[in-house]
Structures are given as C-alpha cells and as structure tokens.
C-alpha cells in the first residue's frame, strides 16, 4: 500500500485566496483525520471522520475552514479565504483501529 | 489545562545514554496509549503501544500508571538516530486520540 497521500506538499499563497489540501487514506480504514501543526500550539485536531461521516469538528478553528469526505478514497480540507497566521503544515491521518497512519503533510505558506 | 501533557525539553544527552520521558493525561475515561515519533520536518510515525503490564521494543521501554495518569518512555543506550520529538497519544477510546506537544531529544557524539 501507498500509505497515506496527501496534495500538494507544498502550498505558497496570498492572504485571501482560497487553498484546498487533499488526502487520500489508506484503502480500508475507515477513520479519517486532519491535523495541523505549528511551533507554537504542537498537533492539534482540526476535524476527524468515521465511515466518511464528520464526527467532531470542534478543533476547526474558524467558518473559514471546512472539511469534506463525498467517498471512502478521498477528502479535502478547504481555507477560504487564507490568513497568514494559517501558515502550518496540515496532516491527514487514517487509522482502522488504534494507530493513526499519517501522511506527509502539506505545508502552507500564507503571505 | 490541556488532556495530554509533556514536558517540552530539549532532552540532550551523550549517545549510550538512558533517558526517560514522561507525559501525563487529565482524563481517566482514557483507554489506549501510545508512543510517536516524528523526525524533523517529517510527519509522526507509531514508536510502540504503551500496556498497563508495560512493554518492551529492544532499547525502548513503555510504562502506564494508571493510578497517577502519566506514561513513560525509557530509552536506553541512545544513538545518534534516536533524535526525534517523541509524542505522547492518549485514546479515550471510540474517535478521540489526543496528541501531546512532544517531547525533543538530542542525542550527541
């Protein structure tokens, strides 16, 4: 298996444009979740799906950010519009029982 | 207070030597534990599972108390490539997995 995929692994913006980061999860787990990591606040958990349904969404930060999973092969994670201090490297997770498999990540610049 | 607690370091030490992480976690509802490492600029990866018995990966030893709430993680002998940040995961069993900030170890020549 290819593990987790995630697009692009890099990202350089302008504030206020839209950005979409996509993932793609290990075939057959059936978990799913993203994650964002900066220096100051560590990993934090921004949304998490099971059977492609959203389960908690508490860690989203703002209206400006949303998540979606339409099958069990893909989902997305969309900024609109970006702010600077969105700058981070997102991760996609998924997971079938208890270990998380994560994927590369895509780091996001915002200027 | 946060769920999952670590302290930041850095931990440096001298390669062949012991060192010991610990991490404690506020919710006692919490079920399964774990050890990542994530190298840097790198995403995290499973160290090892942490079991109430404790368990052991060749130089990597894994504790739980769970009358305290904490784990911890021993590791012995160091190499060079043992420099990482070490995280602490705790599950509170369904979908909730919590990630401490990491732990970051230097090990020198």
């Known amino acids: 298996d290819a593990g987790v995929i995630q697009s692009p692994r890099h990202e350089v913006t302008e504030m206020g444009q839209e950005v979409t980061l996509r993932c793609k999860p290990i075939s057959g787990h059936n978990s799913l979740f993203w994650y964002r990591q900066t220096m100051m606040r560590g990993l934090e958990l921004l949304i998490y799906?099971?059977?492609?349904?959203?389960?908690?969404d508490s860690g989203m930060p703002e209206d400006r950010f949303s998540a979606k999973m339409p099958n069990a092969s893909f989902s997305t994670l969309k900024i609109q519009p970006s702010e600077p201090r969105d700058s981070a490297v997102y991760f996609c997770?998924?997971?079938?029982?208890?270990?998380?498999?994560f994927g590369p990540g895509t780091r996001l610049t915002v200027l | 207070r946060k769920e999952v607690e670590q302290d930041p370091g850095p931990f440096n030490v001298p390669e062949g030597a012991t060192v010991a992480f610990n991490c404690t976690y506020s919710?006692?509802?919490?079920?399964?534990f774990f050890w990542y490492r994530q190298d840097c600029r790198k995403e995290p990866k499973l160290l090892m599972s942490?079991?109430?018995s404790g368990n052991e990966d060749g130089r990597f030893t894994a504790q739980l108390n769970r009358a305290s709430q904490y784990i911890s993680l021993l590791i012995r002998d160091s190499k060079l490539s043992d420099s990482a940040t070490y995280l602490c995961v705790a599950n509170t069993g369904g979908f909730k997995t919590i990630f401490g900030a990491g732990t970051r170890l230097f090990v020198k020549a």
């Open positions: 942490v079991y109430s």
């Open positions: 997770a998924s997971r079938e029982r208890y270990e998380q498999f």
């Open positions: 799906f099971n059977n492609n349904v959203p389960i908690d």
């Open positions: 919710n006692s509802a919490s079920q399964s």
